[in-house]
């Protein structure tokens, strides 16, 4: 929009910054269109502090709209209150807002979003005060003529005149009507209204005005005014106009009644409102439609989704379709967002393309979420048919800039009864869902099932419980002992954490070690972990004398933790347990393919006379070749090798199997421990194979560390 300014102050806008720059612009561009009493250079003064506090909020670290909503009602207050000033007042600040108050704190599209919102609030402000400033005088006015009324009654209508005087010169409609509905008389505001004086030739009555847009019970509210039940109501309408357009007005219907108090006559005060009307429908799209894609947004979409909740019958039905692009974030990173954005456009156009019925919408939930919504009886069957066609819409690869760009889709799909679920409930399963078909591989649709949600939520809620479990102490540390094959004697134990949960009691670490590794809370419970068990090997020394040792296993988030051996350092010198005494147990695929950097932690443990033992050896790639880089001195051979020897005859296989790997682990002078023991069979072989100790049922199963020498030595397979 242009200011009005010439050349040499235009450029020197360009220049100069800040709330004056901004304010001289400001006032050139709009004091034509107002009707306010102040000259240009004390408009310019008084627009200097509302400049201000817009570039305030433009840049504000937490942003918040509320200063240019009471900008909105301060311009207003200084009788810029022309119809045409609005556009002007918007315009200068969608042009230059961002311009003259520049900061690199924001993002170029975040300013031009917060500036998109600053105006949405300055107009809702400017229409709110506007609206009440224009109440006051309707009130003002009714006020007037109802004193004049009363006055022509007790007085035998001596101040006509002054009725008179007020009728015709008021800007705000006013007419009188008979009480059948009959239009006696308007002034010239109701008459502009509806197109001149030439619309009034014909008779008229109220009741013709009536439309179908009426707010219910508007007719009600007619009929007790006019038989006296009441003396006036006030309600805002449209009127059909000749044109074939809409009159959109506030109404103040009063009663008139006689010095005997009958009711005679009916006073309508009439407002028209239907630019400020226009521009809360403009606003209420913008608020409930997405500015990218045009679709509905989540806002609008759930007040759809509540409308289907309740429904109208316990019969009625609805269907929810959760889509999230596969692979969407990549496209962003890689091509930008500009065809991200085309990318998300095209899709949109696509979705909406697949939904055609009146109990049908697609929308946009954000970001590369969009989500559909059925309510009709057969909802059931047609959400998955909806699901399937929107697949296969988005099948076509779509091209952007010249380039074709392949689109995948996760859909989770929800069905439901009318009144059996909640607005939260349909959501949180529609997303659980979408996820789960996004880990079955994406560019599917799959149903919702209650089991599975239930899952979920009992996995997050065993998450969201990690932590409090730690400080609370709900964990504890059974052990396994480890046997020497040679003698029979218990060699160490390993420590195995469990979790005391106080609604599903004992959990083993297959329920709650992954929880906390995808949390971060791997790394506290295991330095918990390795102090408690290094507390009890201590107490195992001192009492018995021995050379018993603990088993502690590391995740691969403790294994790559940059404080591993200091914190590992630090809890041996504070319990006062000697290296040896320790041993940590390292999955064999959390070190395929690792460097040296990867590894030069368990090397300085190693150094330290800590041992490192390969846990569940075999069940990754078995390159033995690698063995001779990697700083352990034990081999735990997984069960899986050993299960063929649980009963005589023993699987040769297995038998050759172990016995080539003994051999090679003591070439290497290292120790090998089978995991998985459950008979006396088992045991017998591996000893003759030479495997120097092994764990299992067979021994004993984990348990309080007072157990440790008490072996069942009986078959549990």
């Not at 609805?318 to 899709?347: I, M, P, Q, T, W």
């Not at 396994?480 to 029979?488: F, I, N």
């Not at 995740?555 to 320790?582: F, I, R, W, Y």
Request: aromatic content about 6%; hydrophobic content about 40%; overall charge negative.
């Amino acid at each position: 929009m242009s200011s009005g300014a010439s050349g040499t102050d235009g450029r020197q806008d360009h220049q100069e910054t800040g709330p004056h720059a901004f304010a001289a612009r400001w006032s050139r561009a709009v004091h034509p269109t107002t009707a306010t009493p102040l000259t240009l250079a004390e408009f310019e003064h008084y627009l200097v502090p509302l400049a201000r506090r817009l570039g305030t909020a433009l840049r504000a670290p937490e942003f918040d709209t509320q200063s240019a909503y009471e900008v909105g009602a301060a311009l207003v207050d200084v009788q810029c209150s022309e119809p045409e000033a609005l556009p002007h007042i918007l315009g200068v600040v969608d042009a230059h807002l961002v311009e003259y108050f520049p900061t690199e704190e924001i993002g170029e599209d975040d300013r031009r979003a917060r500036c998109s919102r600053l105006q949405h609030a300055l107009a809702a402000g400017f229409v709110r005060e506007l609206r009440e400033r224009t109440r006051s005088e309707q009130e003002a006015i009714s006020r007037a003529a109802l004193a004049a009324r009363t006055e022509a009654e007790l007085a035998l209508y001596d101040s006509e005149a002054k009725f008179q005087a007020v009728f015709e010169g008021s800007a705000i409609g006013v007419g009188i009507a008979a009480l059948d509905g009959r239009v006696l008389v308007v002034n010239d505001a109701v008459a502009d209204m509806f197109g001149g004086r030439q619309y009034f030739d014909t008779p008229r009555n109220v009741l013709d005005w009536v439309h179908p847009d009426d707010a219910p019970g508007a007719l009600d509210l007619y009929h007790e005014l006019v038989t006296g039940k009441r003396d006036f109501f006030r309600i805002q309408k449209p009127h059909a106009l000749p044109d074939g357009s809409v009159l959109w007005a506030n109404l103040t219907v009063t009663l008139l009644r006689d010095s005997a108090g009958r009711p005679q006559y009916q006073l309508t005060l009439m407002e028209d409102i239907t630019e400020q009307r226009q521009l809360e429908e403009r606003l209420r799209y913008e608020a409930t439609h997405d500015a990218l894609t045009g679709l509905p947004n989540r806002t609008l979409f759930l007040e759809h989704l509540e409308k289907a909740i309740a429904g109208g019958a316990r019969t009625e039905r609805f269907g929810v379709c959760y889509l999230d692009l596969d692979g969407f974030k990549a496209v962003n990173d890689s091509l930008g967002h500009a065809v991200g954005d085309k990318l998300l456009r095209e899709v949109a156009r696509r979705l909406q393309a697949c939904v055609s019925a009146p109990d049908e919408m697609v929308a946009r939930a954000g970001g590369d979420e969009f989500v559909a919504l059925i309510a009709r009886p057969t909802a059931q069957a047609d959400a998955a048919v909806l699901a399937r066609r929107m697949l296969g819409a988005l099948a076509e690869p779509v091209t952007v800039d010249g380039r074709e760009l392949l689109v995948r889709a996760s859909i989770g799909v929800v069905d439901g009864r009318a009144g059996e679920m909640g607005r939260a409930e349909v959501l949180r399963s529609a997303d659980i869902t979408m996820y789960r078909a996004k880990a079955a591989g994406g560019n599917q649709y799959v149903l919702a099932d209650a089991d599975s949600d239930a899952r979920v939520i009992a996995q997050h809620s065993l998450t969201t419980r990690l932590p409090s479990a730690l400080e609370n102490g709900e964990f504890f540390i059974e052990y396994q002992p480890l046997v020497r094959l040679a003698d029979g004697t218990v060699r160490g134990a390993e420590a195995l954490v469990r979790w005391l949960h106080p609604v599903h009691g004992v959990l083993g670490p297959d329920q709650f070690i992954p929880l906390a590794e995808s949390t971060g809370l791997i790394v506290p419970l295991g330095r918990w972990v390795l102090q408690e068990a290094a507390l009890q090997a201590r107490a195992w020394r001192a009492e018995e004398n021995g050379r018993l040792r603990v088993n502690v296993n590391l995740s691969p988030c403790q294994l790559h933790h940059k404080d591993l051996v200091a914190d590992t350092v630090a809890v041996l010198e504070e319990v006062g347990l000697c290296p040896s005494a320790l041993c940590l147990e390292v999955t064999e695929t959390d070190l395929i393919g690792a460097d040296e950097d990867a590894l030069r932690p368990l090397r300085q443990l190693a150094d330290l006379g800590v041992d490192i033992a390969l846990d569940d050896f075999g069940t990754g790639y078995s390159n033995l070749a690698y063995l001779r880089r990697l700083p352990v001195s034990t081999l735990k051979l997984d069960r899986s090798f050993t299960r063929g020897m649980q009963r005589a005859p023993a699987d040769p296989v297995d038998v050759k199997i172990v016995e080539g790997i003994v051999s090679l682990a003591h070439t290497l002078d290292l120790a090998v421990t089978v995991e998985g023991v459950e008979t006396g069979v088992q045991a017998e072989h591996l000893r003759m194979l030479g495997c120097d100790t092994a764990q299992g049922w067979y021994y004993a199963r984990p348990g309080p560390p007072e157990r440790l020498h008490t072996l069942a030595l009986a078959d549990a397979s």
